[in-house]
Every structure is written in structure tokens, then in C-alpha cells.
T-cell receptor, first 114, second 111 residues
């Protein structure tokens, strides 16, 4: 089945620990994105990648890091520097980075830091 | 970059058409209008997008005004499963085409 997979669905971590969220796609898409969503709010862009080995900061990149070493993978690390890491994290991908391509989203990872 | 304005919430009767408006008065000529929806605690689902002409697919219709400053998403026969938050987005060419989501419209379909 083609698609975009995020794992795990639920994740719990202790405060001060780094945690890495997985995002894998087998759609052969060049562009990938990470968003954060807080309760009752819209999505906010953390990082995006137009192509392998390239990524750019979005609106709220502080406290996060990413890598794009493989086309199909775009992991997000939530570092201990992120002050309010508890949130719903969504990954997306699109064929390319032009205006005329729709993005497909994974089902999200709900991170709770205690 | 173009921003969008949507009403925070709307209701619709089951079986009736749901018409969701979106204002994007600062849109530029090569910027597309996209619609996504998000059912509670799931990833957003792509619905439709367009540039100038009206578009229709199996899910919905998109009506874009001639001046492109606003658009309307139409769900022709709303069902209870269409209850979701609907996001209108302008895919901007000025900020590297990243997609920025606002708060959206919470559509509640009532029996």
C-alpha cells in the first residue's frame, strides 16, 4: 500500500529527553513537511524539505531538528530545548514543491512529555 | 504572502449542500487555492485545489470568484461523516511554497 506512515501513534517521554518521531513515505515524493498542532488550533509548520539532503526552517523550528538523508524518510527530533513539546505532530509529503501539487498527510504522532 | 480568512464554525443539515467560504484578498496570480479537512485526531485529508477555474471532483466543488479574492467549497450532499475542520490554504510562491494552515472552519453536519 502506498502512503505516508508515522510512528508511533502515541509517544510518552520524560521532560529533558530528546525524542525522534518517524515519518516514512513510499510515494516517491520529493517534498516532505512537519507540522505541529495544539488542541483547538490549526497546523504550524516546523520544517520542510524540498528534496533529499535539503531542509528549511518553518515558522516554529526552535527546539526541533530534522534530517533528510533518504528520499523516503524525514525524521523529526524534539529536543530538550523545546519548551512545550506536548502536541500532535503531523508529517506530510508532496510530489514536488510547486504550487500545483497536493500534499498527503500521515495519521500523526501524539507526543506527551511528563 | 496571501493569507486566508474563514468563519470559525458553520452548521449544515444532513443531505443539504454545505457551502464553506474563504477570503484570500491578497492572492497573487500564480497562487493556488487548496482545501483540506481534518476529522478529529486524524491527519488532514486533501479535498481539492484550483487556480482560476471552478473545479469539481468526487468529493466537492471549488468555486473561485473572477477576481480570485474569495472562494467557496461546496459539499453537495453533506453527511454526518463530513463533520470536520475545513482548511482553506493559499499555496504561496513567495515563501518557498510551504503550506500555511489557519484555524479553519469547524463544520458540523446535523441530522
Amino acid at each position: 500500500d502506498g502512503g505516508i506512515t508515522q510512528s508511533p501513534k502515541y509517544l510518552f517521554r520524560k521532560e529533558g529527553q530528546n525524542v525522534t518521531l518517524s515519518c516514512e513515505q513510499n510515494l516517491n515524493h520529493d517534498a516532505m513537511y512537519w507540522y505541529r498542532q495544539d488542541p483547538g488550533q490549526g497546523l504550524r509548520l516546523i520544517y520542510y524539505s524540498q528534496i533529499v539532503n535539503d531542509f528549511q526552517k518553518g515558522d516554529i523550528a526552535e527546539g526541533y531538528s530534522v534530517s533528510r538523508e533518504k528520499k523516503e524518510s524525514f525524521p523529526l527530533t524534539v529536543t530538550s530545548a523545546q519548551k512545550n513539546p506536548t502536541a500532535f505532530y503531523l508529517c506530510a509529503s508532496s510530489i514536488d514543491y510547486t504550487e500545483n501539487t497536493e500534499a498527503f498527510f500521515g495519521q500523526g504522532t501524539r507526543l506527551t512529555v511528563v | 504572502d496571501a493569507k486566508t480568512t474563514q468563519p470559525p464554525s458553520m452548521d449544515c443539515a444532513e443531505g443539504r449542500a454545505a457551502n464553506l467560504p474563504c477570503n484570500h484578498s491578497t492572492i497573487s496570480g500564480n497562487e493556488y487555492v487548496y482545501w483540506y479537512r481534518q476529522i478529529h485526531s486524524q491527519g488532514p485529508q486533501y479535498i481539492i485545489h484550483g487556480l482560476k477555474n471552478n473545479e469539481t471532483n468526487e468529493m466537492a466543488s471549488l468555486i473561485i470568484t473572477e477576481d480570485r479574492k474569495s472562494s467557496t467549497l461546496i459539499l453537495p450532499h453533506a453527511t454526518l461523516r463530513d463533520t470536520a475542520v475545513y482548511y482553506c490554504i493559499v499555496r504561496t510562491s513567495y515563501n518557498n511554497n510551504d503550506m500555511r494552515f489557519g484555524a479553519g472552519t469547524r463544520l458540523t453536519v446535523k441530522p
